[in-house]
Structure formats: C-alpha cells, structure tokens
C-alpha cells in the first residue's frame, strides 16, 4: 500500500474509546466520502467498512485513534481511513483475516468483511498494536 | 445512557422504526425491547423500518437476523422493511445474507405480507 502520510498529517482524527465514538468516527468518514464525490454505494461500502474496523478497535485494541483524509492518486479522488490501537496485537494474523474466524462474541466479518469492502487493505501488527489503513477510491 | 428505539403498538403489530444512526447498545437495547413488548402484548407480527439507515453493518444485521428467530419463537413474523439498495449490495458484500429474515420493499407492502402470513396460519 502506498504511504499516505502526507494526507495524515491534514486528517481529521477521532478518538474512540467508547460503542458512540464509533459512531462519530462513521459521521466523519463519510462526510469525507461525499465530499470526496465518491458513488453512493461506495460511500455506503467504506462507512461499513469503517464501522467494522472501528468496532474491532475498541473491543479487542481496547479503543484507538481513526484518522480520515481525503486523498488523490492518478486523477481520482479517494478516502483513506486509519485505524491506530495500542493493544495487544492479533497474535495469528492469517486466522484473524478469514471469514468466520473471531475470538470474540462477533459473526468474524469485521476484518475478512471489511477487506472486501474497500479497494485498498493493509493491516500492521504487534506487541505495540494494530494499524489498519484502508483506501476508497471514487469511480 | 442512549436513546431507546420506540417500539409502537398497532393492533396485532409491532412497529419498530429506525431513525437514527445506531450505536452497539442502541441496538442491544431494542432487541430487549422488541422481545418484552412481543410478550407483554401477545403481538402477531413486527415491522422492522430501516428506510433511514444509511449503513447496516455486521452487528445490525446479526440483530436483524436475532431479532427474527427469537420472534418466531415468541409466536410473531417479523418483516424488515425499506432497505435501501446500496445498503442491501454492501451487506451482501460483507458477507451478511440475512438467512431467515423476511424483507419487503417498504412498510406497505411488509404489513401485506404480514396479513397473508397471519391468513395462511390461521
């Protein structure tokens, strides 16, 4: 994935450490979305998408930050998400990827769901934590 | 401290419409709801109206799908009604199919369903 840390640094950041934060975290995200001009259906997709990722952030990362940018590549215009926790990391991360995989009490659709949601996926983790960043591109 | 979900009682028919934006307990909280009032009020039937919700996520859908069995336990159908189509193209998507949950394009034809559900059973 390429490195947009230029766009963080202009980002607009919410810190969620509780189930409503959350929800604040998907308002702002797609407020990008729509001035990003990206299709409904998009926006529909990454929002999903960032409200899975954002769930996972505080039920196994124990909260985080969510970063959201407008960015552009070649012409088109996208929304990139990051989601930062400082928790104990996901010790097998090719388990946790897979469709009905979960530790939790959830459907493990977040982190499979989520992927397929967006156009661009990486995930970083370790003892220090998860980062998930995503990308949505416009048409 | 979240806002509750109304849950209206219409003759044999509860009626569930979402209005706002849903956080986890928001949901929780009306599938606790929805079970006490089918009970307390030996409802037929419940409508569920997502028309206002912009996204349906993995946790709204198990709630959905929940909500549905622990109805027809109860002795009630539910209809999930008005989902918008990009909202149905992301679930899908996602990985959410919804199996087991009846849906009608709106609330009209939902509370149709429901009399031809209630007409075939009696």
């Known amino acids: ?139 | 401290m979240t806002d509750r979900v109304p849950v209206l009682k219409i003759g044999e028919i509860l009626l569930v419409s979402i209005q706002f934006d849903l956080e986890d307990q928001t949901v929780l909280d009306l599938q606790e709801d929805l079970s006490n009032r089918i009970v307390a009020t030996g409802a037929k039937g419940v409508v569920i109206d997502i028309s206002a919700l912009e996204i349906v996520d993995s946790f709204v859908g198990r709630m959905l799908a929940t909500n549905a069995s622990i109805s027809r336990i109860l002795g009630a159908e539910t209809i999930v009604v008005g989902m918008r189509p990009a909202v149905a193209m992301t679930l899908v998507e996602l990985g959410l199919s919804l199996n087991g949950v009846r849906t009608a394009m709106n609330l009209e034809r939902g509370l149709k369903l429901l009399r031809r559900l209630a007409a075939g059973r009696a």
Request: cysteine-free; aromatic content about 6%.
């Open chain 1, 1 to 139: 994935m390429k490195d947009y840390g230029t766009a963080v640094a202009t980002a607009e950041t919410v810190e969620v450490t509780t189930s409503s934060d959350v929800v604040n975290a998907r308002q702002v995200v797609r407020t990008l979305a729509q001035r990003g001009g990206l299709p409904l259906v998009h926006q529909t997709k990454l929002v999903t998408a960032a409200s899975e990722l954002g769930r996972n952030m505080l039920i196994y990362g124990g909260g985080g930050v969510v970063r959201a940018a407008l960015v552009a590549d070649s012409g088109r215009s996208g929304v990139y998400v990051e989601f930062r926790d400082q928790g104990p990391g996901i010790p097998d991360i090719e388990t946790a990827m897979q469709d009905g995989w979960t530790s939790g009490s959830g459907l493990g659709l977040g982190l499979s769901g989520a992927k397929r949601l967006v156009d661009e996926f990486d995930i970083a983790t370790g003892e220090g934590g998860t980062t998930v960043r995503i990308v949505k591109w416009g048409r």
